[in-house]
């Protein structure tokens, strides 16, 4: 009984840690965001400009959320895209190296499936550049279910390790300075965590999917037709108008990204966003109730879901 309450104190007090610094970098981060310069559209990347959908096939812009410094759109070109080589662990043996280069080829097929839209280069210097992919499965999520106060021993909450997803798109925002005698610019930069353990059917079309919200496309179709659709199909389509006329549509759009910031607040010099999986005040909640009632939390086995993309949508992280 005495080891259970230190357990509750000492996760309540964590508990109130948390949510303290959370309150203080909210609160800084609120007037700093006033010190910004004001949302700009940038012109459109002549490509997109020369885009013409004759189908009217439409669009799902409606799914798209700008984040707090506006649209997440490129203003200058080439986008650097760097893509994980070979190891040399790698290369010892001759499956691990197959299973490299199939990951490489499906990725630079992607990049090259997007170039004829937003123009593309892939780069070698992973330090400089704009979009980095690595061969590496997404970090786990961890879920606890809903439970009654009048829940039995079984019941009882447990501490579970969600799915193991195929992809996952972050990005970062900083500031980057040319020179002292220019303002800085707000500039983000994407990695994207794509698991090489999969068909390279399923490879292409995860990459594929994960470069278009590296391109701008923070959100999902909910068409099958759509490279954007939130999940893995059977038939994995290509790059649809629809893609490409809510990328255009898009790049349409104000932002900050891209624009000098004379006042920018060191708050906002390096933030980073996601895909979250599972709303964290719920997570705390459950895991509260779980560790105040002295039930045992123990580790669900984990499903392997390597069809499912990242599932939507977006906040801090974080």
Request: glycine residues 4%; positive net charge; charged residues 20%.
């Amino acid at each position: 009984m005495g080891r259970c309450l230190r357990l509750n104190h000492w996760f309540l007090r964590s508990l109130l840690t948390i949510a303290g610094i959370s309150l203080a970098i909210a609160l800084s981060i609120a007037p700093a965001r006033s010190n910004l310069a004001p949302l700009q559209p940038h012109p459109l990347p002549p490509t997109l400009e020369k885009w013409q959908d004759g189908q009217k096939a439409g669009d799902y812009f409606d799914q798209i959320k700008p984040v707090d410094i506006g649209y997440l759109i490129w203003s200058k070109f080439p986008v650097t895209v760097f893509i994980e080589p070979l190891t040399l662990e790698e290369s010892k043996y001759p499956f691990t190296t197959q299973r490299a280069k199939t990951w490489i080829k499906a990725v630079s097929q992607a990049v090259q499936e997007w170039n004829p839209y937003l123009p593309l280069e892939i780069t070698q210097q992973a330090e400089k550049a704009d979009i980095t992919v690595l061969r590496s499965p997404p970090p786990l999520q961890f879920s606890l279910p809903e439970t009654s106060p009048s829940s039995s021993q079984r019941d009882r909450p447990r501490l579970a390790i969600g799915r193991a997803r195929s992809a996952e798109t972050r990005f970062e925002i900083y500031t980057k300075i040319s020179s002292s005698q220019e303002p800085p610019v707000l500039a983000h930069r994407f990695t994207i965590r794509l698991r090489p353990d999969q068909a390279p059917s399923y490879l292409l079309a995860a990459a594929r999917h994960e470069l278009g919200h590296a391109l701008g496309i923070w959100g999902h179709s909910p068409l099958q037709t759509d490279a954007l659709y939130f999940s893995q199909v059977r038939n994995s389509p290509p790059i649809s108008k629809r893609d490409i006329n809510t990328l255009k549509r898009i790049y349409e759009q104000p932002t900050r990204l891209g624009w000098p910031q004379p006042n920018s607040p060191k708050s906002l010099q390096h933030l980073t966003y996601h895909m979250p999986r599972l709303p964290l005040g719920r997570t705390v909640i459950q895991f509260v109730r779980a560790i105040a009632s002295c039930s045992s939390v123990s580790l669900a086995p984990v499903r392997l879901a390597p069809h499912r993309f990242a599932p939507r949508r977006l906040a801090f992280s974080r």
